[in-house]
């Protein structure tokens, strides 16, 4: 009803929203329509305790610690003392006491679990039951933790110590799955192993050859930096059909982003960085030939040029980053000066850095779905299937079981649409299902397995007494009016006594050529002529 000629909204309510916006700025988007209100429920503070919030990182690592947040409100329960804990699979793991200060109180309870086991995990928060309490609905919460066993490892190599090496390391290590460790090339002792991606700050000298070469045979992805240091030939021969100045002759150049760049995503906070980030070093000369997909271009002052400052290019099969300059460590410093934060500078690494370690998906049968699913919502899973030429095809069935963990299973077969399949599995329990997908195509079968988690909402039991002060404000800030429901008829006889809301009539007009309702013609001619043979028959003509 948006933009429409409503007189008015009744909204009949406890006062407690569970998700969205505060309902006072919802009403302000209809700013001519008062809102009246009719309040339902008990407004006394019953006794009662409750998990008001559970927060915790839903990804950890085997055999480290994760932290889990537990804030418990207490109403009416003072000086009563209760006791938090968390179990898995029914078995204590960690808790403890608490004792309510107030008659409405909030306690905040802090754990340290360890993660030691892979896989998806099922853990429950739960309050030990006092005596008197309204509800014991929302004495318990469960959570789930994906516990990975491997993080991907990034070495950093570098010609000597650098700030632009610091500035990239921090960078990454922000991301929880990435594991960095940084050394000088001289120092480096070949070994490689579970690398994911390497830095290489600066090409220049034998062991750096050598190092590149190993990379190159090993397909492992690469980011090169082009230093002042680096051997002009050397970095120019990695790029291939490219060439780059060779000379030493440097630019100090700031960088916009390339409006064609289309590898991955990114935020507002990188042209921010950008458009204030001091200028880098760059080699002076021009830039020519097949440098990849540009995401960074040079800028003199308001002169912005086609020359790269960072590109991402394939190599033999394996990806590839090149930055084209010194100095990054500037750009990091610039933006926590003048913002407090480093949101552009980490995001612009970050994804560099993602994009250059996700492998590329070429298996055959490919299953999306999220990781999490509500109790109340149906769950639906969208899966792939690619040919040996990676065309999308839909000719095999695709047939899912899915397995709760209380060992149930359900059969399910995938309907096929124009280039993908899809399956709607219903709304299904609380708990960890697993899940193996399975299809068969010229002869060889193909498996697909996964997990996933369907929470359970419990945001209506949190709340045990109704707000009327909220229905209150939002009828008063809109020019409405507030009752309780047993005094709806006083609402509507108000409502029926105002002047601003009249009913609204329309009228329509239309017109039709009696020639074209041939019956009624054919019946008039029928009347006229009866009544000119009645008169005429008894002398009236």
């Known amino acids: 009803y948006y933009s429409r000629n409503i007189g008015a909204i009744t909204l009949i309510s406890d006062g407690n929203y569970n998700s969205g916006i505060d309902p006072i700025y919802s009403a302000e988007r209809i700013k001519l329509t008062p809102v009246f209100t009719l309040g339902v ?16 990182n839903t990804v950890a690592f085997l055999d480290n610690e994760f932290p889990v947040e537990v804030t418990i409100e207490g109403k009416r329960l003072k000086g009563k003392s209760s006791k938090v804990s968390i179990r898995r699979s029914g078995k204590e793991i960690a808790s403890q006491d608490i004792t309510f200060d107030n008659n409405h109180d909030f306690k905040s309870i802090s754990f340290l679990l360890k993660a030691d086991v892979p896989g998806f995990n099922s853990y429950e928060v739960y309050l030990e039951v006092i005596d008197g309490e309204q509800s014991v609905k929302n004495n318990s919460e469960r959570f789930y933790i994906e516990v990975i066993d491997t993080r991907s490892k990034v070495l950093l190599l570098a010609e000597a110590p650098h700030p632009d090496i610091a500035a990239i390391r921090s960078a990454i290590e922000g991301n929880e799955r990435l594991i960095v460790e940084s050394t000088t090339i001289d120092k480096f002792d070949n070994n490689i192993k579970d690398v994911e991606l390497v830095l290489l700050h600066g090409v220049s000298g034998q062991k750096a050859a050598q190092i590149n070469e190993m990379l190159r045979d090993k397909k492992i992805p690469c980011w090169y930096f082009y230093t002042s240091n680096s051997e002009g ?13 060779v000379a030493n002759r440097f630019d100090n150049v700031q960088a916009y982003e390339s409006s064609s760049f289309l590898l991955f995503e990114r935020s507002d906070a990188i042209a921010e960085l950008l458009h204030n980030a001091p200028p880098v070093q760059v080699r002076f000369g021009e830039f020519k030939g097949n440098l990849g997909d540009i995401l960074l271009k040079q800028r003199i ?14 190599l033999n099969g394996r990806k590839c980053g090149f930055f084209f300059g010194e100095g990054i460590w500037r750009w990091k410093l610039n933006e926590f000066v003048r913002t407090g934060e480093n949101k552009g500078f980490n995001e612009l690494i970050q ?3 993602q994009y250059l370690t996700v ?8 299953i999306f779905l999220p990781e999490e699913f509500n109790s109340d919502k149906e769950i639906l899973i969208r899966a792939e299937f690619y040919n040996e030429a990676l065309e999308a095809i839909t000719q095999p069935e695709i047939d899912l079981v899915l397995t709760s963990d209380k060992g149930k299973k359900f059969n399910y077969r995938f309907s096929k649409g124009v280039n993908d399949y899809s399956v709607n599995l219903g709304e299904h329990k609380p708990g960890l299902y697993s899940f ?18 369907v929470e359970e909402i419990t945001v209506e039991a949190l709340n045990t007494h109704s707000d009327f002060g909220l229905l209150r404000k939002l009828s008063g800030t809109t020019g409405g009016q507030f009752d309780e429901l047993k005094d709806y008829k006083k609402q509507l006889n108000d409502l029926s006594k ?20 041939i019956w009624m ?13 009645v008169r005429r028959y008894s002398g009236s003509y």
């Not at 105002?498 to 309702?517: C, G, H, Q």
Request: proline share 2%; no cysteine; charged share 25%.
């Open 301 to 314: 002052g308001t002169v912005r040029k086609d020359d790269a400052v960072l590109s991402f290019k394939e």
């Open 233 to 245: 030939a050397k970095f120019a021969s990695i790029l291939k059909g490219a060439s780059i100045p």
């Open 436 to 453: 193996e997908a399975k299809a068969n195509f010229n002869g060889k079968s193909y498996i697909k397995t996964g997990s996933f988690a």
């Open 351 to 353: 994804l560099s850095v």
């Open 359 to 366: 492998k590329r998906n070429t298996e055959p049968l490919r």
């Open 521 to 533: 013609l054919v019946l008039m001619i029928v009347l006229l002529a009866t009544e000119w043979f």
């Open 41 to 56: 429920g008990d407004t006394i503070l019953k006794k009662d305790q409750l998990i008001r919030s559970v927060n915790v």
């Open 498 to 517: 105002r002047n601003d809301m009249v009913s609204v009539n329309y009228t329509e007009s239309e017109f039709a050529s009696l020639i074209d309702l």
